[in-house]
């Protein structure tokens, strides 16, 4: 859904999301080059695609969700920000469901729009969010399911920040 009335917020524009530029952030999850390798008697074929998602500290555990989003209106308010030091985040498209992560680098809470990039999926790319990037709660461009693979544990593992100068995505 397009045409939301435009706020004087900072206009951040998705960019199209590839590994090299999501790279400061997490890691793209997305169909890799070459052939894979024929299991189950050459009825399927294997692809690993990561081995390194951080899910355990401080006795965390791998939790495995389904989140059902709503499409959202753009150009989209971006205010507020949240991160997760504790373990990484994956966020994986049902079907060919396209949505926009917006985010910035791990450290200090962003205060400003200026700080943030977004990045447009192009509805079978998956992110892997590496633990402590602040990033835009799921932003669904095409309402649907999505995969979430997360830490689960006894500790808290989410600090949200509100930005000082919000800004607007734009597709």
């Known amino acids: 859904m397009i045409n939301a009335p435009l706020t004087a917020a900072t206009a951040l ?78 966020f994986v498209p049902l079907g060919d469901r396209r949505f926009v992560i917006v985010v910035a680098r791990a450290g200090e809470a962003p205060t400003s729009a200026d700080q943030l990039a977004a990045f447009l999926t192009d509805g079978r790319q998956g992110v892997v969010l590496a633990p402590g990037t602040w990033h ?14 997360e830490r689960a544990g006894s500790a808290v593992d989410c600090e949200v920040c509100r930005l000082r100068e919000p800004g607007s995505v734009r597709l």
């Open 13 to 90: 524009a998705a960019q199209p999301l590839t590994s090299q530029a999501f790279a400061p952030y997490g890691t793209v999850i997305a169909m890799p080059a070459g052939k894979g390798r024929p299991i189950n008697d050459g009825n399927a074929t294997r692809f690993d695609l990561l081995d390194d998602m951080r899910l355990d500290a401080e006795g965390g555990r791998p939790m495995l969700a389904l989140f059902r989003a709503q499409a959202r209106r753009f150009p989209h308010e971006v205010a507020e920000m949240e991160r997760h030091t504790l373990g990484s985040q994956t």
């Open 136 to 149: 835009h709660a799921l932003m669904a461009v095409d309402a649907g399911d999505f995969v979430v693979i």
